[in-house]
T-cell receptor, first 112, second 112 residues
Framework: GAGVSQSPSNKVTEKGKDVELRCDPISGHTALYWYRQSLGQGLEFLIYFQGNSAPDKSGLPSDRFSAERTGGSVSTLTIQRTQQEDSAVYLC??????????FGNGTRLTVT | GDSVTQMEGPVTLSEEAFLTINCTYTATGYPSLFWYVQYPGEGLQLLLKATKADDKGSNKGFEATYRKETTSFHLEKGSVQVSDSAVYFCALRYNQGGKLIFGQGTELSVKP
């Protein structure tokens, strides 16, 4: 596609439910990144994929968070047993090798 | 570890004023440096970059010079416009790829 696509754009869920966030990177981009943006916390790195493997997942805040990437393309970020502190905008980005990152518009997650 | 520090916002300026947003970094190696911009309601966009010491990145009237001796990458613009109102993020990344490390962001508001 023309850019990084994320879905849904907005998600409201109840505390304790699981959620899945989807990212479609730019076609051909080998690297994919997930970030979290919340008020007062700036942009927080979560995980980085190169192809289907994740050489850096140091930013995942707890074992409730997981991510996978299949076919070197689409990625899903799963948050289990959501908590109110998980409320944030989740951003996905992709890049080709060392080229600059291109960001999607994000998924705004609200946990009630 | 590696980190980026930006001046705190919000920064409020009148149209045509001179803009400086300070950014300093701490790095164990020799990263590339970036400025990203997030306009209201939009995703993060790359504004400019510099890949080595003394390089100057420029775009849309904005400039930043990679200063290794002061570990800085300050963003400047000679005459801001209302349309420049946005949040600006300084970031570093190693040339071997991997994650972007962001500063906390600086909100700029330009008044007519």
């Amino acid at each position: 596609g023309a850019g990084v696509s994320q879905s849904p754009s907005n998600k409201v869920t109840e505390k304790g439910k699981d959620v899945e966030l989807r990212c479609d990177p730019i076609s051909g981009h080998t690297a994919l990144y997930w970030y979290r943006q919340s008020l007062g916390q700036g942009l927080e790195f979560l995980i980085y994929f190169q192809g289907n493997s994740a050489p850096d997942k140091s930013g995942l805040p707890s074992d409730r968070f997981s991510a996978e990437r299949t076919g070197g393309s689409v990625s899903t970020l799963t948050i289990q047993r959501t908590q109110q502190e998980d409320s944030a905008v989740y951003l996905c980005a992709s890049s080709l090798d060392n080229s600059p990152l291109h960001f999607g518009n994000g998924t705004r997650l609200t946990v009630t | 570890g590696d980190s980026v520090t930006q001046m705190e916002g919000p920064v409020t300026l009148s149209e045509e004023a001179f803009l400086t947003i300070n950014c300093t970094y701490t790095a164990t190696g020799y990263p590339s440096l970036f400025w990203y911009v997030q306009y209201p309601g939009e995703g993060l966009q790359l504004l400019l970059k510099a890949t080595k010491a003394d390089d100057k990145g420029s775009n849309k009237g904005f400039e930043a010079t990679y200063r290794k001796e002061t570990t800085s990458f300050h963003l400047e613009k000679g005459s801001v416009q209302v349309s420049d109102s946005a949040v600006y993020f300084c970031a570093l990344r190693y040339n071997q790829g991997g994650k972007l490390i962001f500063g906390q962001g600086t909100e700029l508001s330009v008044k007519p």
